[in-house]
């Protein structure tokens, strides 16, 4: 104790200036966790997190059980998600080898700073173009299939199964360019001298790529697929949220809008808080599950 | 590097320009279609006849943007909240970064598993919802602030950057009787420009872009940012003028994006240095 206090007094110009941070931490990320409790009892307002009654584990029976919609929200947020791991996550991959291959200079920057361009437009934008473009009557998507290929207009936004392609066809166009700057880090730091090799033993280009370059972009590809996968519940809820609609909730509500409708909108503190916590709960454990079993196989792993 | 080339190689490269192409018209042609129309008149573009240029140039669309007062609001609510934000952040992350680049401070390694904790668990949207409700932010500038106040990744990338400034340099200043603060300010500060320049910016795009903080914590009309007035405008349907028809409020719709987009996108190219720099930072493991 004494010990302590004379730590403390010795380097106080040091902790003081930690002290903000420190203070935003404790509010806005441990008493939210604290106030997890509530998802075990009918939480009031008023009668605050100490009075209110504690339920035990019934919002959890309520959601899976008594809630219809469950499965289809659990369904929807894994689907999104292997769909955006299939095809949004090698994508990036596949362009930061076709950027290396560039062999004019000038022209690799122009297609780099343009397709990074994408990345800086806000989800609101990126959410409005979507909904103003597929527009059945003013859309220009729809101008264009009217014109060139003689359909209907699709009412694109209305149908469920056009859902899951126009999140992660709108995801790939926003962020496929920004995400081949740290593959382009990776290939950067393969050994020069790891291409001489090969060439005298006689590999061919696309020898080289795949042996080399490629390889040499695994760490990178395994530490991003960790963090997304840190991610996998929460899906890109935001870009939902903007896009869905009650035509198209059959494939586009996932558990982050429902519990958003419920806490949010009808103010079903506890109930909406249990969801929250099935979900960060199973975003917990594959985090760390995929983790541990990187750090098995490979030198790369995230901590 | 001249390298053998084989027509199987050659054919591979024009192949490869000829994607690049394809993907220059698919990045860049949304955006042109939006600049074009909402410099165009708006039956030409609701019936279909803007496909690429504009027709019928008229800037009737940003007339009536720029005469309406909640667009004015919200653009300053939006600057307002960015300027902030930006600068209480840099401060309390650099304060929090710098001891916690000292290696010898007790206590260190606790506050770093405190904050590295947090990237993997949080409490979610309701408890912290609850928390900015109970301390009476709702309504405030302080509730767009201070939930997002500290960024994890940004406060890690700091810290690295700060352990790897020469010692000596502190320890002179130290020396001649400076004491942390001051040498924070004086010596570690000035040397930090790339990172503190990198940060600043990613939180200033990162706060002008977001609107989900801003629509669960704000509700007063008054209080909008710009993101939240173009989602109401863009996504849920309410007109920016009563008189408005279905055919102008599209053209609206195109001028606002522009409206909303410019600044980033014009000190985009000056900028993009600094964020190609700051993903590869947070890239290297702290």
Redesign the interface.
């Known amino acids: 104790m004494a010990r302590t206090l004379f ?1 403390l007094r010795k ?1 106080k ?3 003081l ?2 002290l ?3 203070l ?2 404790l ?10 409790i ?1 998802a075990f009892q009918d939480y009031s ?1 008023s009668r605050g997190i100490l009075g209110s009654k504690f339920v035990g584990l019934r919002h959890f029976v309520e959601f899976f059980v008594n809630t219809p919609d469950s499965w289809k929200l659990i369904r929807n947020t894994i689907m999104l998600n292997v769909y955006d791991l299939l095809f949004h996550f090698p994508a990036p991959i596949v ?1 930061a080898l ?1 950027f290396h ?3 004019i200079r000038w ?1 690799k920057r ?2 780099q ?6 990345h ?6 990126i ?3 979507i ?3 597929l527009s059945p ?2 859309g ?1 998507i729809n ?2 299939l ?2 060139w290929f003689g359909i209907e207009p699709i009412m694109f936004l209305g149908l469920p199964e056009w859902f899951r392609t126009i999140y992660v066809g709108s995801e790939i ?1 926003q962020k496929v ?2 995400g081949t ?2 593959y382009l ?1 990776a290939i950067a730091g393969v050994d020069p001298t790891l291409y001489e090799a090969a060439k005298i033993d006689g590999a ?3 020898q080289q790529v795949r042996h080399i370059t490629f390889v040499g972009m695994v760490p ?1 590809m395994i ?1 991003l697929f960790v963090l997304n996968l ?1 991610h996998f519940m929460e899906v890109g809820f ?1 870009k939902i ?2 896009l869905y609609n009650s035509m198209n909730y059959e494939t586009s509500d996932v558990i ?1 809008t429902f ?2 409708r419920r ?2 909108l009808d103010a079903d ?1 506890s109930f ?2 249990a969801v ?2 099935f ?2 709960a199973v ?2 454990v594959l ?2 599950t995929a983790n541990r079993i990187i750090r098995k196989f490979s030198d790369t792993s995230l ?1 | 590097m001249k390298r053998k080339t084989g027509l199987g190689s050659m054919v591979f490269d024009t192949f490869n320009v000829l994607v690049m192409l394809v993907l220059i018209i698919v990045m860049l042609y949304p955006m042109v279609y939006v600049f074009s129309a909402s410099i165009s008149d708006d039956a030409m573009v609701s019936s279909g006849q803007v496909l690429l240029l504009p027709k019928g140039l008229t800037l009737h669309a940003y007339k009536t943007i720029l005469n309406n007062p909640d667009v004015w609001i919200s653009y300053w609510n939006t600057v307002r909240y960015t300027a902030v934000h930006t600068l209480f952040t840099l401060i309390v992350t650099a304060a929090m970064a710098y001891p916690l680049a000292k290696k010898w401070l007790p206590g260190r390694r606790t506050i770093l598993l405190m904050a590295a904790f947090t990237m993997l668990f949080s409490g979610g949207m309701i408890p912290t919802f609850l928390v900015v409700q109970k301390l009476g932010l709702l309504n405030t500038i302080w509730a767009i602030v201070l939930p997002s106040l500290v960024n994890t990744w940004h406060l890690f990338i700091m810290r690295t950057f700060f352990e790897a400034l020469p010692e000596e340099l502190e320890d002179a200043a130290t020396i001649d009787g400076c004491g942390p603060v001051q040498v924070l300010i004086r010596i570690v500060l000035p040397l930090s420009m790339p990172v503190m320049a990198t940060i600043g910016l990613y939180t200033a795009v990162g706060q002008w872009n977001s609107f989900f903080d801003a629509l669960i914590y704000l509700n007063d009309r008054s209080m909008y940012p710009l993101q939240i007035m173009l989602r109401n405008i863009l996504i849920a349907g309410s007109t920016i003028e009563a008189e408005s028809n279905a055919s102008e409020l599209q053209t609206l719709k195109y001028a606002l994006i522009v409206v909303a987009t410019l600044p980033i996108l014009c000190v985009y190219p000056f900028i993009q240095k600094y964020f190609v720099q700051g993903t590869m930072i947070g890239g290297i493991k702290g």
């Open positions: 730590v380097h110009a040091l902790y200036l930690m903000p941070g420190v935003y931490y509010i806005f990320k441990y008493v939210p966790m604290y106030g997890i509530i307002v362009l076709l291959e560039l062999k022209f122009i297609v700073t343009i397709s990074y361009m994408p800086f437009l806000s989800t609101v934008v959410a409005g173009i909904v103003t473009f009557s003013t220009v101008h264009l009217v014109r166009w360019g920004w700057i740290l880090a061919n280009r696309f990178v530490i840190g935001q949220l903007l982050n519990v958003y806490g949010i503190f909406a808080t929250g916590l979900q960060s975003g917990f985090v760390v901590w």
